[in-house]
């Protein structure tokens, strides 16, 4: 490890970014939504509609295992915070798990089911407990691996730059990167259901043996052919995502200066216990994200019960992320208009008008549901943007309350607030269907008809649960106390008294 020079420290750390770097940031969220959007989206679906279990196992489980994934965040930010290498801090656990993290979204996608080879290979015929088992068994695997390559990329953006306006490219790098993965698998995934759904097998009441045998074998292809969109699409997730996890790698460096490479549990505690800044933006993220993350597994069953069809997901998912497309690039202009704190306080309006309105949008009524979905897309886009910037900035605020730099764990606790809200926005919206006495396919009738109840449910899930969470979140963040202004003058003290001591450590010095 080798001692570098800083005179000033910052300077080299508010230097404009390539536009490789900016990029390069937004590839690696690209990427991680090729895993998590496809699982936040699709995998509820999956699991009742493909696999066979009931919405209520579902949603325990996603509790559960969210709540896993939680705790993994905090393991995956103290084992950054011990890490330095050659590469620097972070970089390396991209380079590490990309293909690993891509391949259990995979096996996610590919539970054993009765009647369909598993993995296209294998003939199994497992109950609904193996079942279920695995499904538990593949999602906390892909939560863990999740955390320990999310955490540092998270935490990159902190370590890349200390300038406000850089660090707001990065963060609309990311969200741009996230709508795109997010308009495209959509746009692979949900056509593809559709077309097949329309050539779901009908049983007439009165049928006889011979027709309830033909019956039961067209039913089976029609699964079949379900999962086989399924399993071709995370395969060719696995290579175009390898590829934009390495590009991340290979054009992000790591250029701020730390006094010290490696960071002890107690000095981490220390960290984040003096860190006030963190512990109200976490506690606004924890209610703005219960909203946003019950929404998505809610999308798929608005687009076919309410809309009609289910081949609308790509509609709602073009107009929510098609409004992150169009506002994201210009979101650091916002920032320095407004300031991030002035807008990540007020951009849950837009969720709550949208979401209000969205749940009194009569069935069928696809023009008023874009258009409002359009409106809550603003709220929603603003929110996952800014929050990141918010919490770049939190890092600095942290190391000027205690002296010690801790990107890590500082992620990780802001992490381990979204995969809780995760936890509960998610089974939330399981729950809300199980409640509302959903009726999920089976081998006998793979398109039940949903009582007024499941209907209710689903537009509350995607329109007001989202407005309240979002009025509690404002409520919250109105005492966070780190303006633009005030994070630039913390970050010039800190690096300050780093010039003072004329050393430090920093990833680039080793790229």
């Known amino acids: 490890m080798t001692a570098i020079a800083s005179p000033p420290a910052h300077l080299g750390a508010v230097a404009k970014q390539p536009a490789t770097a900016v990029i390069g940031y937004g590839l690696g969220d690209f990427a991680m939504n090729l895993s998590f959007s496809m699982s936040t989206s699709f995998l509820l679906y999956y699991f009742t ?14 509790l559960v295992v969210r709540l896993w994934d939680a705790f993994t965040d905090l393991f995956a930010g103290r084992a950054v915070d011990k890490v330095m290498t050659r590469w620097g801090k972070f970089r390396p656990f991209i380079l590490w798990f990309a293909v690993p993290v891509l391949f259990l979204s995979f096996l996610n996608f590919n539970i054993p089911t009765p009647g369909i080879k598993w993995l296209g290979i294998f003939e199994v015929n497992p109950d609904m407990n193996v079942q279920l088992l695995y499904a538990y ?26 300038s406000v306006n850089e660090r707001a490219k990065l963060v609309a790098g990311r969200a741009f990167g996230a709508a795109i993965g997010g ?15 329309k050539t779901a097998p009908k049983l007439a009441p009165n049928a006889d043996a011979a027709a309830r045998a033909t019956y039961d074998a067209a039913v089976l292809v029609y699964r079949q052919s379900v999962q086989g969109v399924f399993t071709s699409t995370t395969l060719w997730f696995i290579l175009v995502g390898s590829i934009a996890f390495f590009l991340t790698f290979l054009w992000c460096k790591e250029s701020v200066v730390r006094t010290t490479p490696r960071v002890t549990i107690r000095e981490t505690i220390d960290t984040i216990r003096n860190n006030k800044a963190l512990a109200y933006l976490c506690g606004a993220s924890f209610f703005y994200l219960i909203g946003l993350f019950a929404v998505g597994g809610a999308t798929a069953y608005y ?3 309410v809309l009609g069809d289910i081949s609308q997901t790509a509609t709602m998912t073009l107009v929510n992320s098609g409004i992150a497309l169009v506002i994201t690039p210009i979101i650091p ?36 549901a874009l258009v409002f979905l359009a409106i809550k897309g603003v709220g929603a886009s603003l929110i996952n943007t800014v929050m990141f910037g918010l919490e770049a900035d939190t890092v600095e605020y942290g190391e000027w309350k205690t002296g010690k730099r801790s990107e890590g764990a500082t992620y990780a606790l802001f992490s381990f607030t979204r995969k809780i809200t995760q936890s509960i926005g998610g089974a939330g919206g399981a729950w809300a269907l199980a409640i509302g006495g959903y009726l999920s396919a089976t081998a006998t ?21 989202p407005a309240i969470c979002a009025l509690i979140a404002m409520l919250i963040f109105w005492k966070y106390p780190l303006s633009d202004k005030l994070f630039r003058q913390i970050r010039d003290e800190n690096e300050a008294k780093k010039a003072e001591l004329g050393a430090g450590f920093t990833g680039a010095a080793h790229a």
């Not at 906390?140 to 955490?151: E, K, P």
């Not at 308009?183 to 759904?197: E, G, H, K, N, R």
């Not at 807008?343 to 009524?365: E, K, R």
């Not at 793979?446 to 499941?454: E, G, K, V």
């Open 49 to 62: 509609d493909v696999g066979g279990l009931s919405a209520a196992a579902v949603g325990t489980m996603f």
């Open 137 to 162: 068994l593949a999602y906390a695997a892909l939560g863990l691996v999740y955390s320990l390559i999310n955490i540092p990329y998270g935490s990159l953006a902190s370590a890349m730059s200390q």
């Open 183 to 197: 308009v495209l698998l959509t746009y692979i995934v949900a056509p593809q259901i559709s077309a097949i759904q």
């Open 303 to 305: 687009a076919k019960f």
């Open 333 to 368: 202009l916002i920032i320095r208009k407004m300031g991030k704190k002035n807008v990540f306080q007020y951009c849950g309006l837009f969720t709550v008008v949208g979401g209000v309105a969205l749940f009194f949008v009569p069935t069928g009524g696809i023009i008023l």
């Open 445 to 465: 009738n793979p398109n039940p008809i949903q009582p007024d109840s499941a209907i209710f449910a689903i537009k509350f899930t995607i329109g007001l649960l």
